[in-house]
């Protein structure tokens, strides 16, 4: 149940979802989906979103609850 916390990472940092659809290149409806669960979101967007909010991509999955990197 990753879609959550991408909502709220975009959210805490004040962007909107065209704000991040843009920075992975993809059209916001996607991006929505995305936020949703509608759609599966691309381990390479994962890896994108992970490294823009400085975070992992466990924290990004819901494996952990540390925000942070170790």
């Known amino acids: 149940m990753y ?38 979101i691309p381990v390479r967007h994962l890896i994108q979103l992970a490294e823009y909010y400085h975070t992992s991509t466990d924290y990004l999955l819901g494996r952990t609850s540390r925000p942070t990197k170790e």
């Open 3 to 40: 879609f959550p916390r991408l909502r709220d990472l975009r959210e805490d940092a004040d962007k909107t979802q065209k704000e991040i659809a843009a920075i992975l290149g993809i059209d916001q409806r996607v991006y929505s989906n995305y936020e949703t669960g509608k759609r599966e």
